[in-house]
């Protein structure tokens, strides 16, 4: 079975602060991608990565940044933590070439 | 635009009582269309892929087909533990990335 894993189930931060949040994934899959989830909006891309230290943007990358040092593990990073940052965060993963994207079981961010 | 659209929003079923779920979408060559479950507070679960007008997957109660415009999710003699939001989302040829409707609720009663 498909494993990905995301650091944490439930965060709290305050305004400003660095967050990082970590997905990891034991399939060996090309592609790993960040979402967030928001009532009334679905799930929204916000980046992706192909491989190893290559990374697209999404649909809204503002105020986010991603690092992707091993093939394993994708980072999304918020700079700088406001609170319309509050949501769902959702990583997935690929095999390159195929569509099916499994997903980890998500980060509930608040930022007060 | 890419465009995802699935209805009804909810949806409240008694244990047993059958119906469908509906997913209209709108892509530029379509590469797969993608149901998933998603429980509160969970990840959403992979149930099918569809590719082609005409296909048909099924996995116990449900059943997924496809056509040029639209997907439809059907329950059969659902169960309470069939309650869940269902997600669809499509992929466009030479895309990675996938759209997703806002989902369908469905809530059955024992």
């Known amino acids: 079975d498909v494993k990905v894993t995301q650091s944490s189930r439930y965060l709290v931060k305050r305004t400003g602060e660095k967050v990082f949040l970590e997905c990891v994934q034991d399939?060996?899959?090309?592609?790993m991608f960040w979402y967030r989830q928001d009532p009334g909006l679905g799930l929204r891309l916000i980046y992706f990565?192909?491989?190893?230290?290559?990374?697209e943007k999404g649909d809204i990358p503002e105020g986010y940044s991603v690092s992707r040092e091993k093939k394993e593990r994708f980072s999304l990073i918020l700079e700088s933590a406001s609170t319309n940052q509050t949501s769902m965060y959702l990583c997935?993963?690929?095999?390159?070439?195929?569509?099916?994207?499994?997903f980890g079981p998500g980060t509930r961010l608040l930022v007060l | 635009e890419d465009q995802v659209t699935q209805s009804p929003e909810a949806l409240r079923l008694q244990e047993g009582e059958s119906s469908s779920l509906n997913c209209s979408y709108t892509?530029?060559?379509?590469?797969?269309l993608f149901w998933y479950r998603q429980d509160p507070g969970k990840g959403p679960e992979f149930l099918f892929t569809?590719?082609?007008a005409g296909e048909e997957k099924e996995k116990e109660r449900l059943k997924a087909t496809l056509t040029k415009k639209e997907s439809f999710l059907h329950i059969t003699a659902p169960k309470p533990e069939d309650s869940a939001t269902y997600l669809c989302?499509?992929?466009?040829?030479?895309?990675?990335?996938?759209?997703f409707g806002t989902g369908t609720r469905l809530l059955v009663s024992p």
């Open positions: 997935a993963s690929s095999f390159k070439g195929r569509e099916t994207q499994y």
């Open positions: 399939m060996d899959h090309e592609n």
């Open positions: 990565s192909y491989d190893v230290k290559m990374k």
């Open positions: 892509v530029s060559g379509l590469r797969g």
């Open positions: 569809l590719y082609s």
């Open positions: 989302a499509v992929r466009r040829t030479g895309f990675q990335k996938l759209v």
